[in-house]
């Protein structure tokens, strides 16, 4: 298989094609997500509270981001590793955000880098980090290391003020110089008009299906939180473990184990 880069993304735009995304945070997981043919391994902030028990994404560190993304970088060989930019690793000034990029790039083995929020607040930083040579993913719409300014998670888009502020931030990002643009808890409707108005890629989460593709959180998808109404357990990998754990624990009490099978010869 082919590696793919941020101009594959923008080809499979063009041809009308599905970008297909979804977090790992460690390597036997992204060696999985990498065979089975994944576009982008994205290694989200949500490691926070998905991997490291955190409430939310707020609390975790570069140094904790970057020893995530070694791990998947490890594994994966076809897809495109993205990097989420941490909380205040990118807020205070461009010159930290640049180091704390190129860190992801050359410590951790990241083909490109994430970071929340429209370029009227970030976009010396975007273009700070595209002058170092780092390819810079946007994200708008609902965004997780603002949710105490948003007052929660919240759908965004809705009435015609907000609406066109998602257009005019979607396009500023463009601008920018964002290769592709996540969109998050985007109404539909405004997500499926964002998509055609750029030339650039709209990766959708809980924003409906007129995105040019989708990410979801692979711990959301193997049943480890209840479902919502943005994604659906595909496999409950969660219960899974559960049973297996539960067989081990009785075969051990009641003395089944070690079975004939488990014992060396
Ligand atoms: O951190 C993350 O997993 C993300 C996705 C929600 C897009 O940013």
Redesign the pocket.
């Known amino acids: 298989m082919v590696r793919i880069r941020t101009t594959t993304l923008q080809e499979r735009k063009r041809a009308g094609e599905k970008i297909t995304?979804l977090?790992a945070y460690d390597y036997p997981t992204a060696k999985i997500l990498d065979e089975c043919g994944i576009d982008i391994v994205?290694?989200?902030?949500?490691?926070?509270n998905?991997v490291m028990g955190l409430p939310d994404?707020l609390g975790i560190t570069m140094d904790d981001m970057v020893r995530h993304v070694k791990m998947v970088s490890r594994a994966v060989e076809h897809a495109l590793i993205v990097a989420?930019m941490p909380f205040l690793s990118y807020q205070v000034s461009t010159e930290e955000a640049v180091r704390n990029a190129g860190r992801f790039v050359a410590e951790a083995g990241a083909h490109a880098i994430?970071l929340?929020g429209p370029a009227d607040k970030f976009g010396d930083v975007i273009r700070g980090i595209l002058r170092a040579g780092i390819p810079v993913m946007g994200?708008i719409g609902f965004t997780?290391q603002s949710v105490h300014q948003i007052g929660g998670y919240k759908v965004q888009g809705r009435g015609e003020e907000a609406r066109a502020r998602l257009r005019e931030e979607a396009l500023s990002l463009q601008e920018a110089g964002c290769f592709a643009l996540?969109l998050?808890l985007v109404q539909a409707d405004v997500a499926a008009e964002i998509t055609t108005s750029l030339d650039i890629p709209t990766?959708g989460?809980g924003s409906g299906a007129g995105c040019d593709g989708q990410?979801?959180?692979l711990h959301d998808i193997l049943g480890f939180h209840p479902p919502r109404s943005y994604f659906k357990v595909y496999e409950n990998v969660a219960e899974g473990i559960r049973r297996a754990v539960n067989t081990y624990i009785q075969e051990v009490k009641d003395g089944s184990f070690p079975s004939e099978e488990h014992e060396h010869r």
């Open positions: 995304a977090t994205l290694v989200g902030d949500s490691c926070a998905n994404t989420d994430k929340e994200h997780p996540v998050e990766i989460i990410v979801l959180i």
